[in-house]
């Protein structure tokens, strides 16, 4: 049966290609909704990146036909623009309010067009519990919505015979287990003997030979002077340490070491290896899209409270003594060679990066359409790390569950370039681990 789907202004802001997301049921647009998203047009962040594209999105539609009438959509729908002179009832707040205006449109339409179901869509919260209170179907819009505790973890265990166990051992030792049809490509795996649980071996799922592959020595014996302290940072170090493997997402909460072993394995493959010219260094400068000009000094002073954590990781991976620190060595000095960048997400857009080891670290604040954006700039030889904790988001437009970090590990799971881990165990110190559980 099909329905109209009535959409807030923040739901056009968040994915402007929204739209297109109702398959063949009607999407209208109140008019109080573009005069809003007209209001975000001239900012240079990614709101008004995407006010702009929804704007051109929009004024592409009227070659078509009528926007008050209607015109169709690709995949069988319509859309329409409309408005409304109806008022809430008097108890309401301001009939004026912009939110109210796009309630009244919602509610016109579910009373005018009683045949066809109105379903309003916002992502923000207060509102849909307004609408419902007024008799409205409300959702928050998900294309893709995967709840945090299903999501894909990169890791499973299996109990096979001991043969199995002992052959990941030997030199060259590769095993076919019957269960690998449910496995994923570069699934990460712990094989225990089922007569002997304590007897284990860890393992990935190599997806292009159908086999189980022992982790590259490597992984356990650590990079750049540190070594994996749990069976997780193993697991993490063997996909970041692969180059085989183009896009590396890692998941886990503060103090699992994400950062650290992302940042070692690029030094690794950087400046010992030389498998790639540069290590660029990314994270979202939250709220994400503003201009670093608020900020006072150069380009690099601007970033540095925002960038202060991965300078700590790298230094700390140098080993710099405090007289080190005086005399100003630490990561300037890979800085001033060239083999090291640190660059805010707002450059990105629109380069080409080859023969790079990027690092996009606090991935979970970004939106799924700004993920795309960053892996789309991936250019020939260049591997890209995602790392991030779900729950610890900053942006309010994303959440635990529609975030551009859990949207790549979700689409990219099938995919034999791509690899995940999501790490539990804290390894900062034991008060940052006890903080992380209780609090």
Not at 37 to 51: P, T
Not at 335 to 345: F, Q, V
Request: charged fraction near 25%; charge should be negative; hydrophobic fraction near 40%.
């Amino acid at each position: 049966m099909r329905k109209n789907f009535i959409l807030d202004t923040n739901v056009l802001l968040h994915d402007p290609r929204s739209i297109y997301g109702f398959k063949d049921n009607n999407v209208i647009i109140p008019i109080y909704v573009i005069e809003e998203i007209d209001q975000f047009k001239r900012d240079l962040s990614e709101l008004g990146r995407n006010a702009r594209l929804v704007a051109r999105y929009l004024d592409s539609f009227r070659a078509e036909g009528s926007l008050k009438e209607g015109v169709p959509l690709p995949h069988g729908g319509m859309l329409r623009v409309a408005f409304t002179d109806r008022s809430l009832p008097s108890s309401m707040a301001d009939s004026n309010l912009v939110d109210n205006r796009i309630l009244a449109v919602a509610l016109d339409l579910m009373e005018t067009e009683p045949e066809t179901q109105a379903v309003f869509i916002t992502k923000d919260t207060n509102l849909r519990i307004r609408a419902d209170a007024l008799g409205l179907s409300a959702q928050d819009f998900d294309t893709e919505r995967v709840e945090i505790t299903d999501l894909y973890t990169g890791f499973t265990e299996l109990l096979v015979p001991t043969e199995m166990v002992d052959q990941l051992y030997k030199p060259g030792g590769e095993v076919e287990v019957p269960a690998q049809d449910r496995l994923f490509p570069n699934q990460l795996v712990l094989l225990k003997d089922e007569l002997n649980p304590s007897h284990t071996a860890m393992a990935r799922f190599n997806g292009a030979k159908a086999r189980l592959v022992p982790l590259a020595r490597s992984s356990k014996e650590g990079t750049w002077g540190i070594r994996p302290r749990n069976m997780e940072q193993a697991f993490c170090l063997d996909l970041l340490l692969n180059d085989e493997i183009k896009l590396v997402t890692i998941v886990g909460k503060a103090g699992t070491g994400k950062t650290l072993l992302a940042i070692a394995a690029g030094l690794q493959k950087v400046t010992e290896e030389g498998l790639y010219h540069k290590l660029l260094v990314s994270r979202p400068i939250f709220p994400l899209g503003r201009d670093i000009g608020y900020l006072p000094g150069s380009v690099e002073e601007k970033l540095n409270p925002w960038m202060q954590p991965i300078f700590d990781n790298v230094e700390f991976l140098m080993n710099l003594s405090r007289a080190d620190k005086k005399a100003g060595r630490g990561h300037h000095e890979l800085i001033d060679l060239g083999l090291m960048e640190i660059e805010p997400l707002t450059y990105i857009r629109g380069r080409s990066i080859p023969n790079q080891f990027i690092i996009v670290d606090e991935a979970q604040n970004l939106t799924p359409h700004e993920v795309k954006t960053i892996l789309t700039r991936v250019g020939d030889n260049t591997k890209i790390i995602l790392t991030g904790d779900p729950f610890q988001i900053d942006n309010p437009y994303v959440d635990s569950t529609n975030n551009g970090l859990v949207h790549v590990v979700n689409r990219f799971k099938n995919e034999k370039i791509a690899g995940h881990i999501t790490m539990a165990k804290g390894e900062r110190s034991m008060l940052a681990e006890l903080a992380a559980n209780l609090l």
